[in-house]
């Protein structure tokens, strides 16, 4: 029986509540057909254990999420209480969390079932996504930096509690949702987003809704840059009534630099506590202190992580925090402004898979998978619904 031959987890969750499929049914037939090369671990026996627990709640007739009965993969720097959670380094090998990130006990009190931990570069330092599709049914959540074959909401920065999840970059990362399509991507940021008082950063009021997303006589601009790229996703936003214009954008090529020294700044203050004492992998070798701190941040982190902990290390010293790190917070700076008085002229902004410009600014975008490469669309702070209504343009209409 194909279970999930449909790619929308939002049609087969209501199948489990219409009683023509069951939760166990569901779940086992998910973890047959995964790619194991993609995760780090695979809950088996724990997600068909909570699936059988969850047919007996939706027995009894107890009202859950849309998205209920669904399996759900996370990247492996989400903590999960009981649950090893590494983000691929040997620094945290061994590491089982005593509690659950804000997303993991949201994700279980609406009823979805964390089948595995992706597999990701260590501490999410580089541009994948994940290792390869999280399954048939796609839905994933973590950290978005490039494209990855799904649908994805990478949200404004503070929109989804960042508590529990083990983070380098601490400005710069947001979780997002991952899916087949926009509308199990909505259903699943819904369940996510919202406040949460354990996470400073975390400003959004209540949860995003997107009951109503209609979105009529969209303005998308385009980078000069850029317009090649995305040439074919321009042309069907023109024929579904949306203005396509083109403009230079401003600040291009400082952008990823001003990143790359924020992200390498964070990332050496971050991961300063895995020192072989207080936290994560000890070397067997050290014999004195000193020896301690070297090896085991020697042997723990990897190459990648490495370079950054030193070009951090290097940006942030005395002697050259102005000349670096100051001005790298003053171009996102200029960026935001930049993006603001874009938004003035634009609803959307039109460009390759990028994010390095939307986790520099906050800024909310969505993924959209067309051929080889997809797109993204960026918007305004807080303007999802915007973003999702013109996925749903593309994806419904177009497609």
């Given at each position: 029986?194909?279970i999930?031959?449909?790619?929308?987890?939002?049609?087969?969750?209501?199948?489990i509540?219409?009683?023509?499929?069951?939760v166990?049914?569901v779940?086992?037939?998910?973890?047959?057909?995964i790619?194991?090369?993609?995760?780090?671990?695979?809950?088996?026996?724990t997600?068909l254990?909570?699936?059988?627990?969850?047919?007996?709640?939706?027995?009894?007739?107890?009202?859950?999420?849309?998205?209920?009965?669904?399996?759900?993969?996370?990247?492996?720097?989400i903590?999960?209480m009981?649950?090893k959670?590494?983000?691929?380094?040997?620094m945290?090998?061994?590491?089982?969390?005593?509690?659950?990130a804000?997303?993991?006990?949201?994700l279980?009190?609406?009823?979805?079932?964390?089948?595995?931990?992706?597999?990701?570069?260590?501490?999410?330092s580089?541009?994948?996504?994940?290792?390869?599709?999280?399954?048939?049914?796609?839905?994933?959540l973590g950290?978005?930096?490039?494209?990855?074959?799904?649908?994805?909401?990478?949200?404004?920065?503070?929109?989804?509690?960042?508590y529990?999840?083990?983070?380098?970059?601490?400005?710069?990362?947001?979780?997002?949702?991952?899916?087949?399509?926009i509308?199990?991507c909505a259903?699943?940021?819904?369940?996510?987003?919202?406040?949460?008082?354990?996470?400073?950063?975390?400003?959004?009021?209540k949860?995003?809704?997107f009951?109503?997303?209609?979105?009529?006589?969209?303005?998308?601009?385009?980078?000069?840059?850029?317009?090649?790229?995305?040439n074919?996703?321009a042309?069907?936003?023109?024929?579904?009534g949306?203005?396509?214009?083109?403009?230079?954008?401003?600040?291009a090529?400082?952008?990823?630099?001003?990143?790359?020294?924020?992200?390498?700044?964070?990332?050496?203050?971050?991961?300063?506590?895995?020192?072989?004492?207080?936290?994560?992998?000890?070397?067997?070798?050290?014999?004195?202190?000193?020896?301690?701190?070297?090896?085991?941040?020697?042997?723990?982190?990897?190459?990648?992580?490495k370079?950054?902990?030193?070009?951090g290390?290097?940006?942030?010293?005395?002697?050259?925090?102005?000349?670096?790190?100051?001005?790298?917070?003053?171009?996102?700076?200029?960026?935001?402004?930049?993006?603001?008085?874009?938004?003035e002229?634009?609803?959307?902004?039109?460009?390759?898979?990028n994010?390095?410009?939307?986790?520099?600014?906050?800024?909310?975008?969505v993924?959209?998978?067309?051929?080889?490469?997809?797109?993204?669309l960026?918007?305004?702070?807080?303007?999802?619904?915007?973003l999702?209504?013109?996925?749903?343009?593309?994806?419904?209409?177009?497609?």
């Amino acid at each position: 029986m194909e279970i999930l031959q449909e790619k929308s987890a939002l049609k087969t969750a209501a199948a489990i509540r219409e009683k023509k499929l069951s939760v166990t049914e569901v779940i086992g037939d998910y973890l047959e057909k995964i790619q194991a090369s993609a995760y780090i671990s695979i809950l088996k026996e724990t997600a068909l254990e909570r699936a059988r627990e969850l047919q007996s709640r939706i027995d009894k007739g107890e009202t859950l999420s849309p998205l209920a009965g669904m399996p759900v993969a996370l990247k492996d720097n989400i903590s999960t209480m009981g649950i090893k959670t590494t983000c691929a380094s040997k620094m945290l090998g061994d590491y089982i969390p005593v509690f659950s990130a804000a997303v993991v006990e949201k994700l279980e009190q609406a009823g979805l079932i964390i089948a595995g931990k992706l597999n990701m570069d260590e501490f999410d330092s580089g541009d994948s996504c994940s290792a390869g599709s999280p399954g048939l049914q796609g839905l994933a959540l973590g950290s978005i930096k490039s494209y990855c074959g799904l649908t994805a909401i990478k949200p404004t920065y503070g929109s989804v509690s960042r508590y529990g999840i083990i983070s380098i970059s601490s400005s710069l990362e947001q979780t997002g949702v991952m899916g087949q399509n926009i509308e199990d991507c909505a259903a699943l940021l819904s369940i996510v987003s919202g406040p949460d008082n354990r996470d400073s950063t975390c400003v959004i009021k209540k949860p995003f809704n997107f009951t109503s997303t209609e979105i009529k006589n969209l303005r998308i601009g385009v980078p000069y840059q850029d317009k090649d790229a995305v040439n074919a996703a321009a042309k069907k936003f023109k024929v579904a009534g949306c203005s396509i214009e083109e403009f230079d954008m401003p600040l291009a090529d400082y952008i990823f630099p001003a990143y790359t020294i924020i992200e390498a700044a964070e990332t050496s203050s971050n991961l300063a506590k895995y020192d072989g004492l207080k936290f994560g992998y000890r070397s067997a070798n050290a014999k004195t202190l000193s020896e301690v701190y070297r090896l085991s941040r020697s042997e723990g982190f990897g190459l990648n992580i490495k370079r950054k902990i030193m070009l951090g290390s290097f940006v942030l010293s005395s002697d050259n925090y102005d000349a670096y790190f100051k001005k790298a917070l003053q171009i996102r700076t200029l960026v935001r402004e930049a993006y603001k008085k874009l938004f003035e002229r634009f609803d959307l902004i039109l460009s390759p898979v990028n994010t390095i410009s939307v986790n520099l600014t906050g800024l909310p975008a969505v993924i959209l998978p067309d051929g080889q490469n997809g797109f993204q669309l960026i918007g305004d702070a807080f303007c999802e619904n915007k973003l999702i209504g013109a996925a749903q343009i593309y994806q419904g209409v177009l497609s």
